[in-house]
């Protein structure tokens, strides 16, 4: 059975940096693309990231291109968004999610078939 679990959310003023982390386990980590989505309050969940098995290539939304940061680590069957420069419109649950391939250029919520439970990111003005 596919687990992901989300850690590293929190309260953070504007302008600030989280790391957040995705611990996977159940299926051969290596093997397939990794993204990260939020969901806001009242709004659809949406894609922030991705990143294909090998870390080779990533992928972002417009909304947080040259902030935001996605990496994973295979031996340690984890992924990571480094979120920097932090604003009020980042707040939002953040969830990691496995894909059935291995490339990324293509993720979307509904095609995700596993997803980790979220980690709340809140950020002050």
Do not use: H
Request: with cysteine; charged share 20%.
């Amino acid at each position: 059975q596919v687990q992901l679990v989300e850690s590293g959310g929190g309260l953070v003023q504007a302008g600030g940096s989280l790391r957040l982390s995705c611990a996977a386990s159940g299926r051969t980590f290596s093997q397939y693309a990794m993204g990260w989505f939020r969901q806001a309050p009242g709004k659809e969940r949406e894609f922030v990231a991705a990143i294909n098995w090998s870390g080779g290539r990533t992928y972002y939304a417009d909304s947080v291109k040259g902030r935001f940061t996605i990496s994973r680590d295979n031996a340690r069957n984890t992924v990571y968004l480094q979120m920097n420069s932090l604003k009020p419109e980042d707040t939002a649950v953040y969830y990691c999610a496995s894909d059935r391939s291995s490339e990324a250029a293509t993720m979307t919520v509904d095609g995700m078939p596993y997803w980790g439970k979220g980690t709340l990111v809140t950020v002050s003005s």
